[in-house]
């Protein structure tokens, strides 16, 4: 079995001086070029559920393929909220429907227009559900909501009405204010093209994009409706351990190039410490999902029982979103 980094196919992409809040750690990626040619994800569109369990797509681009991101999920209004049970490829000017979609609201009726809709991308561990690829690509529009009851079970006046429906955290005003908070204390920087994230010193997951320009479309996506999410379930239910990594204290009235040699020096401690044990982790399993032109999209699992998704452009791997 070949290591994740082989696999992955990692030159080319640097590390960022690591950014830090709280309990989450922040190893940015970046690279002097972008990895793909792709189309502007500005140029991607949702356009609807056309049934319980479908989300449709639109790719405004007339030449270039579109990505559309692991696990999205599209939230209206007096309709059925959906997220994506993988990622998805879409041609130039194709409209595209995928139809093993989730509906992540259990009692909720309506379908979802392209309009008043938010935008996240589904928590760690209802991302790490899908990873079983018969539950992938089942067909059946309730297959998350087991596991969303489980998800908010023991939170305090969110998972008391016992039944599965999402927005209940999300749309929850201190979770929300909580995870704007997140989007905000975490920045691109320039030529980000992805990222490392860590609870605690630990890592939890890898997340590349083909182009600066997908970063920065998708990240707040990812910090807010992903990995924020996460970590403030884990803390209201008082399930996050004892830091193992401390950033170093920074001095009140320290010198910029002070700041910037205690980050420096902090970066080529996680450089030393944090990438070995990515690179032990090991490839599972990996399933074939779709060739769309140039592109294939792959679902990958590991030993450790993370995985999820990586869409090459001929050799070169331009998109990977792995849950660790």
């Known amino acids: 079995m070949a290591s994740i980094f082989e696999t992955l196919n990692f030159s080319g992409i640097g590390l960022g001086e690591v950014q830090n809040v709280d309990e989450m750690s922040v190893i940015p990626l970046v690279s002097a070029t972008d990895r793909g040619d792709v189309a502007s994800p500005l140029s991607l569109k949702f356009e609807s559920t056309t049934s319980y369990g479908s989300m449709q797509f639109a790719n405004e681009d007339p030449n270039k393929p579109v990505i559309v991101p692991l696990n999205m999920m599209i939230r209206g209004k007096s309709a059925q909220d959906h997220a994506m049970a993988g990622s998805g490829v879409i041609l130039g000017k194709q409209v595209k429907v995928f139809d093993n979609a989730c509906c992540i609201e259990e009692t909720q009726g309506g379908y979802l227009s392209s309009q008043g809709n938010e935008e996240d991308i589904l928590p760690i561990e209802l991302r790490r559900s899908l990873l079983n690829y018969g539950k992938r690509t089942e067909r059946h529009y309730g297959k998350l909501w087991d596991n969303i009851k489980t998800w908010l079970q023991g939170l305090k006046d969110i998972s008391g009405r016992n039944s599965a429906h999402l927005r209940y955290f999300y749309d929850n005003a201190d979770v929300r204010s909580a995870l704007e908070d997140f989007a905000a204390e975490f920045e691109p920087i320039q030529g980000q093209i992805g990222a490392i994230i860590l609870f605690n010193g630990v890592p939890v997951g890898l997340e590349i994009m083909p182009t600066t320009e997908y970063w920065d479309t998708y990240w707040k996506h990812l910090i ?14 008082g399930k996050i351990s004892p830091s193992t990594l401390i950033l170093p ?54 030993q450790a029982g993370g995985g999820g998704d990586v869409i090459s452009q001929g050799d070169q791997p331009i998109y990977v979103s792995i849950v660790l």
């Not at 807010?224 to 239910?237: I, P, Q, T, V």
């Not at 040699?261 to 779709?290: M, N, Y």
């Open 224 to 237: 807010r409706g992903c990995y924020g999410a996460e970590l403030l379930r884990l803390k209201m239910l």
């Open 249 to 302: 204290d920074i001095p009140e009235k320290a010198e910029p190039a002070e700041i910037k040699k205690i980050l420096e020096d902090f970066t080529d401690h996680l450089r030393k410490d944090v990438l070995p044990i990515i690179s032990q982790i090991q490839i599972a399993g990996e399933h074939s999902i779709s060739k769309d032109g140039n592109l294939e999209t792959r679902m990958i699992t590991t």
